[in-house]
């Protein structure tokens, strides 16, 4: 994940900051404002942290998933929907109606019964 996706959405991510590092404080964080350096000296100075060591720290966090307000945001749908499209099969067509795969007209059967 990026730093720009946490700026825009600060106030999303400060419920997981506090999970990682429990020695911070929500008012404070929320005064941060996604601004990265400020986060940092924030954090070496709360966690007691060497600068190198809290950028490391902060540069690992990036590589998690990010909260599912932030994904799940709908001014990102176009960006889901065009990554969705990872998983879709070659050759399957995407604007093609789901019943054409053929299972829709099936019927379950009923739970214990073989017929």
Same mark, same amino acid.
């Given at each position: 994940?990026?730093?720009?996706?946490?700026?825009?959405? /600060?106030?999303?991510?400060?419920?997981?900051?506090?999970?990682? /590092?429990?020695?911070?404080?929500?008012? #404070? !964080?929320?005064?941060?404002?996604?601004?990265?350096?400020?986060?940092?000296?924030? !954090?070496? $100075?709360?966690?007691? !942290?060497?600068?190198?060591?809290?950028?490391?720290?902060?540069?690992?966090?990036?590589?998690?998933?990010?909260?599912? #307000?932030?994904?799940?945001? $709908?001014?990102? #749908? %176009?960006?889901? @929907?065009?990554? %969705?499209?990872?998983? @879709?099969?070659?050759?399957?067509?995407?604007?093609? $109606?789901?019943? #054409?795969?053929?299972?829709?007209?099936?019927?379950?059967?009923?739970?214990?019964?073989?017929?």
């Amino acid at each position: 994940m990026q730093w720009d996706a946490v700026r825009q959405n /600060w106030p999303a991510f400060v419920a997981p900051i506090m999970q990682r /590092w429990e020695n911070t404080d929500e008012n #404070d !964080l929320l005064t941060l404002d996604g601004d990265r350096e400020r986060f940092e000296a924030y !954090l070496a $100075e709360r966690e007691g !942290l060497a600068a190198p060591e809290t950028r490391d720290q902060v540069n690992e966090w990036l590589e998690g998933a990010a909260p599912a #307000d932030v994904v799940m945001d $709908e001014t990102r #749908d %176009s960006v889901n @929907i065009r990554a %969705s499209a990872a998983h @879709i099969p070659p050759g399957e067509d995407v604007y093609s $109606e789901d019943r #054409d795969f053929g299972d829709d007209d099936k019927v379950d059967r009923p739970i214990g019964r073989d017929t």
